[in-house]
């Protein structure tokens, strides 16, 4: 049996890359606990300061198969290469005719910037396509 795992971005504004993963992947945040209307309603019933309301978020895939992904703020900016990025298969797949991936994927890249991604750039190598493209703080990532 496979071992359960989320994927967790250390961040700036955890609200802000929530939505935008959340747009991307076509996974939601979840609903607050029974008994609050909201998620500030659960901090405020829990006195968390308000400065303190962003300091997390998370999305899960709503049929319940794609890991949990977990954002953090944290206090230092992104400074690197990141060494692990995420590749989002939006092609079909290897059985999707190459002309047919590439404009699902270039597709993807429109509908990825018009919510806060920046396009670094396409590779068309052997056969494959894919753009890396950045999230709206800079995490590199892979349509595909």
Not at 33 to 50: C, K, S
Not at 54 to 78: C, M, T, W
Request: hydrophobic share 35%; with cysteine; proline share 8%.
């Amino acid at each position: 049996m496979a071992t359960a795992f989320q994927v967790t971005f250390d961040c700036a504004d955890p609200d802000r890359l929530a939505r935008f993963w959340a747009s991307a992947l076509h996974y939601a945040i979840p609903d607050p606990p029974d008994g609050f209307a909201t998620w500030e309603d659960l901090l405020r019933d829990q006195n968390v300061p308000e400065d303190q309301w962003n300091s997390a978020s998370a999305l899960e895939d709503p049929e319940g198969i794609g890991p949990r992904i977990y954002f953090q703020r944290v206090p230092e900016g992104k400074t690197a290469k990141n060494r692990v990025h995420l590749d989002v298969n939006v092609g079909g797949g290897r059985k999707t005719p190459i002309e047919e991936r590439r404009g699902r994927v270039d597709a993807e890249v429109v509908r990825l910037m018009a919510v806060g991604a920046t396009k670094v750039g396409p590779v068309d190598e052997r056969g494959e396509y894919w753009v890396v493209m950045q999230d709206p703080e800079g995490n590199e990532f892979c349509l595909q």
